[in-house]
């Protein structure tokens, strides 16, 4: 990885007194939380601008040069160091892109305890048709930040002012970790295999947030457990003998085997596990042929599979490989099954840490005065690899309350906007956990 240091680095860091109290025990957690407060607050303008900078110039997975290269400007600003280079990409062959674009930063001791706050930076291949943005629009055709990782950046970025500005006072150290590819290329598995959670200090917690459009603003949601679905995603091909539409005998028609398997994997779910537990299997294109009077020679069936554990979706793989297998050996098709190069573990938090830490700080930022518990979702989210590492916890802040445009749209669509009014909220839930789960971490070395 390479290193970048900022061009001047102040002799003496930063101090906050607060800080240095909260950490000392002589102060109370709720001047620690109104400090933060406090701060966050100032950040305003620095968020939105960002944020909207970030949501003009979109970037596709593995592709996001100019996304990092603003982030690396952003953090030289503010006098971080960090190294650079991360998350290569290990399949070209199958997603575009060099990749490499990720960036870590440590803030404080360079010492332990250490924990980790993570936020994603990639965008969607998605026309934007969002109304009331023509100022900050995607200038990129076709690309879109749809999912909302242009907020979660600016963020982070927000949270490393703000902890840049208290580092002296820190007592442990606070990685940030932006990662590229979260959407589908396993940004975070790379990140991993490249060393993030084994660089001294080792991380020994992980934070990351991701905003609700179906959650009120402000409010911020979790549960214990699976948060967010294991996910695998699949492409089947069906290989047939084409010929004339008027003599379907001389074939051997790959739609009508393809028809079937859609609808055979219709039994997937219900057949295949307990009622007790979920899975989703959804086919989302169905290529075949060219013209109206042409049986054509193959067709492909892309889709995905979705379990709440890694073990159930383990046996729907299995389910539909047979599936597919014995459906197109009945029609004499020959069949091939090509998966993801990654797929994605569930997302856990960790319970222990949850519900004896992460869900009272949680709830000392949201508006509500708690953390709503919401049920698992079948979305997928690659810091499922990192929470499988240490334990972690995910939040969703809460993003639907906004009229214009309206917030309450949902992720992944082409009229998706962020309401920028959370964007102080995630700096102070990045910061209080950040520095609340250091001194909980040192509290229990001392012991």
């Known amino acids: 990885m390479k290193v970048v240091k900022p061009d001047k680095v102040a002799k003496v860091k930063p101090r906050n007194k607060v800080v240095e109290a909260f950490f000392a025990g002589s102060n109370t957690s709720d001047d620690l939380l109104k400090e933060i407060h406090s701060l966050a607050a100032t950040k305003h303008d620095f968020l939105v601008t960002t944020r909207r900078d970030l949501h003009r110039n979109p970037e596709l997975m593995y592709n996001e040069r100019m996304t990092s290269a603003y982030i690396q400007k952003a953090l030289k600003k503010m006098k971080i160091a960090f190294t650079t280079g991360w998350g290569v990409n290990t399949v070209p062959d199958r997603i575009p892109g060099e990749g490499g674009y990720g960036i870590v930063a440590d803030i404080g001791t360079r010492k332990e305890p250490c924990v980790l706050l993570r936020a994603d930076m990639d965008a969607l291949p998605i026309l934007e048709k969002t109304v009331n943005i023509d100022d900050f629009k995607s200038s990129n055709p076709g690309v879109m930040h749809a999912c909302g990782h242009d907020g979660h950046t600016a963020m982070l970025l927000g949270a490393a002012s703000v902890l840049k500005g208290m580092e002296r006072s820190i007592k442990g150290t606070i990685r940030l970790m932006f990662q590229p590819a979260e959407e589908g290329g396993a940004g975070a598995k790379r990140m991993i295999e490249e060393g993030v959670l084994l660089e001294e200090p080792k991380p020994q917690h992980a934070f990351a947030m991701h905003v609700n459009p179906k959650v009120p603003t402000g409010i911020v949601a979790s549960r214990p457990g699976t948060v967010k679905a294991a996910a695998e995603r699949f492409e089947i091909t069906i290989s047939g003998v084409g010929g004339h539409a008027a003599m379907p005998h001389l074939t051997v028609d790959p739609i009508v085997t393809a028809s ?7 039994t997937l779910v219900s057949r295949s596990l307990s009622p007790l537990e979920s899975g989703v299997c959804s086919i989302t294109k169905f290529d075949a042929g060219s013209a109206f009077n042409v049986i054509p020679a193959s067709a492909i069936l892309r889709g995905t599979i979705r379990a709440l554990s890694t073990d159930v979706l383990m046996v729907l793989k299995g389910k539909v490989e047979q599936i597919v297998t014995s459906t197109a050996e009945m029609h004499g098709c020959e069949v091939g099954i090509t998966y993801s190069a990654d797929w994605y573990p569930a997302t856990r938090n960790d319970e222990h840490l949850y519900e004896e830490f992460s869900k009272e700080i949680g709830a000392m930022v949201s508006v509500s005065g708690e953390v709503l518990e919401v049920d698992p979702g079948m979305g997928a989210e690659d810091f499922g690899f990192i929470a499988e590492e240490i334990p972690s916890s995910y939040f969703m802040i809460g993003q639907g309350s906004g009229t214009d445009p309206p917030t309450d749209v949902g992720l992944h ?11 102080p909220q ?20 001392s012991d």
């Open 413 to 423: 669509h082409p009229c998706f906007a962020l309401d920028e009014s959370i964007l």
């Open 260 to 266: 079937s398997i859609v609808m055979n994997l219709q």
């Open 426 to 445: 995630g700096v102070e839930l990045h910061v209080n956990l950040a520095l609340r789960a250091l001194h909980m971490l040192g509290e229990i070395d």
